[in-house]
């Protein structure tokens, strides 16, 4: 059984090298991979709703990673998209570096599902091995075999 971030993950829904080198640009470059998502109801009232959310205070994590996410009438199931900047892009007034985004998108209808998804994030995002092989994974099927090999280990 696929975990629970292998199973939202699509290798059309990766990009691996992000071009923007401004936090609002790579947020777009990452959130446009859902437009057209079957789940994604009306992909300019979530983007709305996700730069809202990031204004209102920073989804960056540490490690150089960052959790962009809007809870909204506009997705019809969890939805979730990855970038990878190399370079790194200046992500939150402190400054913090971010070569990982996670754009997700979430019914409001089900926050336990968010919830979960987020947990599940956080926990595979932990191990330090584990966040290089994301940040070198040389495909995008390559980096949800990463993923998938973390869930196992950590019985996700």
Known sequence: MAGRITSLLDPSRIALHVHGTRRTAALHEVAKLLDGHPDVANFAGF??????????????????????????????????????????????????????FFVLGTPKSKPGDYLAVVSALCKILKDPADRATFLTAPTPEAFIAAVAAAEVKLGL
Do not use: M, W
Request: aromatic residues 4%; charged residues 25%.
């Open 47 to 100: 983007y709305e709703e996700l730069l809202a959310r990031d204004r209102l205070d920073t989804t960056c994590l540490g490690n150089a990673i960052a959790l962009p996410h809007a809870r909204t009438e506009h997705v019809k199931q969890i939805v979730l998209a990855v970038g990878r900047s190399a370079a790194g892009i200046p992500f939150d007034a402190n400054g913090e570096i971010v070569r990982l």
